[in-house]
Every structure is written in C-alpha cells, then in structure tokens.
Nanobody, 126 residues
Framework: QVQLVESGGGLVQPGGSLRLSCGAS????????VAWFRQAPGKEREFVVG????????TYADSVKGRFTISRDNAKNTVSLQMNSLKPEDTAVYYC???????????????????WGKGTLVTVSS
C-alpha cells in the first residue's frame, strides 16, 4: 500500500509560480509511475502530467505544456511539480496518484491510478 501526501499548495498571483511535492510512505516510489491530476470547483478531475518510474518519459496535458514541469527524485522518494506562469484557470485541488509500473513500461497509462493523495489546494488570484 502506497500512501501519498501532497504539499506546496497555496495562493499565488497570476503569472506566479508554485512547486508542489508528492511524498510517499509505505513503499518506495521508484517502482511506480506517478501523475498529477487536478479538480477545479464544479468540474471533473483532469489529468495534468505524468512521469514514468525512471523519469525518462513524461506526458503533459496540452493546457500546461511549457508552463509545468514534473520531476522525480527516487532517492528522496518524492515527485515534484514546478508550476510557472500560473493562470486563474489553474486554480484547483491538485492530487498526486501512483501506479505500480515495471521497467519495461516506457510510456505508462495514467488511467485507473490505484493510489491517491488527499490533494493540495492551488489558488491563482490577484
């Protein structure tokens, strides 16, 4: 069982930056593909970005390409999301999710992620 905890959310002005972190307990994250999802008020949860277990493959939603960067430090058991040039429409609860992945999986499927954190709120507003 992987227990995920997000941190780093908060209030930021449009054009600003935030860095979210996803930490894990119970298991090492190095064997898991990890993704960030978000859910804005009144909207369905959506995929934001994912990273393979090795970090060699990343997949971004079109809405965040060029602004968000996902990275992982398997030695520290964390996955980070650097968010730049934030827009009001980025306001949402951001969730970290994980799925066990074998070394042969180059590009993980980020659907049906079994493990989720409780989320961290990001508010972009002036």
């Amino acid at each position: 069982q992987v227990q995920l905890v997000e941190s780093g959310g908060g209030l930021v002005q449009p054009g600003g930056s935030l860095r979210l972190s996803c930490g894990a307990s119970g298991r090492t994250l190095s064997s898991y593909a990890v993704a960030w999802f978000r859910q804005a008020p009144g909207k369905e949860r959506e995929f934001v970005v994912g990273i393979s277990r090795s970090g060699g493959s990343t997949t971004y939603a079109d809405s965040v390409k060029g602004r968000f960067t996902i990275s992982r430090d398997n030695a520290k058991n964390t996955v980070s999301l650097q968010m730049n040039s934030l827009k009001p429409e980025d306001t949402a609860v951001y969730y970290c999710a994980a799925k066990y992945s074998t070394v042969t999986v180059i590009r993980p499927d980020y659907r049906n992620m079994p493990y989720w954190g409780k989320g961290t709120l990001v508010t972009v507003s002036s």
